[in-house]
Nanobody, 114 residues
Framework: VQLQASGGGLVQAGGSLRLSCAAS????????LGWYRQAPGKQRDSVTR???????VYADSVKGRFTISRDNAKNTVYLQMNSLKPEDTAVYYC?????????WGQGTQVTVSS
């Protein structure tokens, strides 16, 4: 599974961005799709994930601000990020868990200015 992330950029605090992650195959059978982020000098942490059944989990730091969704017809998963904060600044990575294997996209930079 190849994952292509896009949509990052520079935004002011309080603004919004939408990240996209296009998969190279049908996502219908992919067990888990999600987003991680890694800030400079920090470990990569889970932001959110969505299962093939549509169940979602969010990190406490993004609950109520971020929304993950999937478009099975387009083989794409999205991350809508609202009310962005400077602490959301990081490289965001798309992730898929399929066939007992983890797959990662190339990462997209999100920078939130204060």
């Amino acid at each position: 599974v190849q994952l292509q992330a896009s949509g990052g950029g520079l935004v002011q605090a309080g603004g919004s961005l939408r990240l996209s992650c296009a998969a190279s195959r049908s996502i219908l059978s992919i067990n888990i799709l999600g987003w991680y982020r890694q800030a400079p000098g920090k470990q990569r942490d889970s932001v959110t994930r969505i299962t093939s059944a549509g169940s979602t989990v969010y990190a406490d730091s993004v609950k109520g601000r971020f929304t993950i969704s999937r478009d099975n017809a387009k083989n794409t998963v999205y991350l809508q990020m609202n009310s962005l904060k400077p602490e959301d600044t990081a490289v965001y990575y798309c992730h898929a868990f399929y066939g007992l294997t983890n797959y990662w996209g190339q990462g997209t930079q999100v920078t939130v200015s204060s």
